[in-house]
């Protein structure tokens, strides 16, 4: 357990704490859930701006409750001292329009199909203010946002990858994307299982053939 401990960050996935803390993976399973039985932790998705969320159905409760609000806003907002380089009373002006309803709004906008980046990139002059994996967990962890998961469905998977199997150099993880081409399981989890970013797995399904890939 003391091993784990100083890599629990809220950046590292369970994997990679095993690893960083050279202990074995099944045992360091054990551990969290032991954390997260206590309520000592709590299990978020990887964060990631390739990423897309969508506000859920809480997402009223959250846009009437003024003290969640002004915690989300107080959670998120950035020192001044990461706005040192605009006029002092443009900054002071621009963070104290930040309130509950603005927050609401922001929210309001992420949905299926846009990534993290893109809405940066949409808001740019708000998100110059805040922390962006904050803000993204803020609503994740108060139940008003969601993750969208991307997930891989092969068609004739079986054939399509003894293809694979036959070439002389696969691309890495493509033999053992197998498994994976069911539309149960998430991209998180075959990038954390097969040690590849989702670019690297994006080029092998790719590479594979027929394979849809579907968002929920």
């Not at 045992?27 to 990631?48: E, M, N, P, Q, T």
């Not at 701006?49 to 959670?75: H, L």
């Not at 670019?199 to 790719?206: F, I, Y």
Request: aromatic share 8%; glycine share 8%.
């Amino acid at each position: 357990m003391l091993l784990i401990l100083p890599h629990i960050d809220g950046v590292n996935s369970v994997k990679q704490i095993a690893l960083l803390a050279d202990a074995d993976y099944t045992l360091v399973r054990k551990a969290i859930a032991h954390l997260l039985y206590y309520g000592c932790v709590i299990l978020l998705d990887i964060f990631s701006f390739g990423a897309s969320y969508a506000p859920t159905a809480e997402i009223g409760v959250f846009a009437g409750d003024t003290e969640v609000q002004a915690e989300c806003r107080q959670y998120i907002l950035l020192p001044d001292t990461g706005l040192q380089h605009e006029p002092s009373e443009g900054m002071a002006a621009d963070r104290e329009a930040l309130d509950g309803t603005k927050l609401v709004e922001m929210y309001c906008t992420l949905r299926q199909g846009m990534s993290v980046k893109s809405w940066c990139m949409e808001h740019a002059g708000v998100v110059r203010m805040i922390d962006i994996r904050r803000f993204i967990t803020f609503g994740v962890i108060k139940g008003f946002l969601y993750r969208v998961h991307k997930y891989a469905i092969a068609a004739g998977a079986t054939s399509i990858l003894s293809q694979v199997k036959e070439r002389k150099r696969p691309k890495k993880g493509e033999i053992e994307l197998e498994r994976f081409l069911d539309g149960n399981h998430c991209f998180d989890e075959i990038c954390t299982e097969l040690m590849i970013s989702e670019r690297d797995l994006l080029g092998n399904l790719k590479g594979i053939g027929d394979v849809q890939i579907i968002q929920k």
